[in-house]
């Protein structure tokens, strides 16, 4: 019988490359993990790891196993949660993560609107910018994620994440006000951006990604000249004619726009599209329901 756990750690394995990485997403020591791995191959009577470089990866059987392990340990939330909607109450605590925009647009209101309608759900908030709210989720370090799509992102069918969109939201260009593009009437041509030098979030951002998208869809690579994860400072850099930029529109609510020129861009790659993630199965647990009900609603209300 191939114990649950031990496909827990394969799969915390496969999403970290090393086992110490595994180990430090599953609180465990190196030691514990190589000790169960060691057992799921003497459980299942096949090698599933092999050396690759200074980290690992799975062998043919260990990703034939890591697909059903996928489906396994979704089910065990799906049984979680039911058991959970058995004795239940929706009392409790909800770990979610999420980047800065999004907690400001969906997830505050959420809290507000949780409070009246079921006031027995805790929110814990955890601000996790770029790319990694969604490894917490499947680590198990948050219940819940509000993320935005980017290439590297668990595809949409992938059981082991149930997935639900928010709102999706324009990218603006953000020029110098003495640029040659400020002043044109309609929106700004990507590809007559591809000589400008370029400020904008480092990689691993998921707006980075959708700003290479874009310029790729034009094509062209942009230079990137200068590197925030700040859209104030990003702003405050194309003010100074510093750059132009590729800015979501959310993000420059509150910020200084007297010295710069926003305009609309011809593409449609250049949008951030947000949504909520849960592992797979825990949708249906009482605690969970009611927190994406709320995110759903917070989103609807942004119009």
């Not at 509150?254 to 250049?270: E, F, H, K, W």
């Amino acid at each position: 019988m191939i114990d649950a756990r031990r496909l827990r750690t394969l799969r915390a394995v496969a999403d970290h490359r090393t086992v110490t990485a595994a180990a430090a997403a599953l609180y465990l020591t190196p030691s514990a993990v190589s000790q169960q791995l060691a057992a799921l191959e003497q459980e299942t009577g096949h090698a599933l790891l092999a050396r690759d470089g200074r980290g690992v990866r799975l062998t043919a059987a260990g990703e034939i196993l890591l697909g059903h392990a996928d489906a396994v340990l979704a089910q065990l939330e799906r049984a979680e949660a039911d058991l959970a909607a058995y004795a239940t109450g929706a009392h409790g605590q909800v770990t979610v993560a999420s980047f800065a925009t999004g907690i400001a647009l969906v997830l505050a209101p959420a809290i507000g609107s949780l409070a009246e309608s079921a006031p027995g759900v805790r929110l814990k908030v955890l601000d996790a910018e770029g790319d990694a709210s969604l490894p917490m989720v499947l680590d198990g370090q948050a219940d819940l994620a509000v993320a935005v799509e980017y290439r590297g992102a668990p595809r949409a069918d992938a059981q082991r994440l149930a997935r639900f969109p928010l709102y999706a939201e324009p990218f603006e260009a953000v020029l110098p006000l003495d640029h040659r593009l400020a002043g044109r009437p309609g929106p700004v041509a990507m590809a007559d951006l591809a000589a400008e030098p370029w400020i904008g979030p480092y990689p691993g951002n998921p707006c980075h990604d959708v700003v290479l998208l874009a310029c790729e869809h034009a094509g062209f690579t942009p230079r990137l000249v200068h590197s925030s994860d700040n859209f104030s400072a990003v702003v405050a850099l194309a003010s100074a004619g510093a750059g132009v930029a590729l800015v979501p529109r959310s993000a420059l609510l509150g910020v200084d726009l007297s010295r710069v020129a926003v305009r609309a861009v011809d593409s449609d790659l250049a949008t951030r599209k947000v949504f909520a993630a849960v592992r797979g199965g825990a949708e249906r647990h009482p605690l969970i329901r009611p927190v994406l009900g709320a995110l759903e609603k917070a989103a609807a209300e942004l119009g």
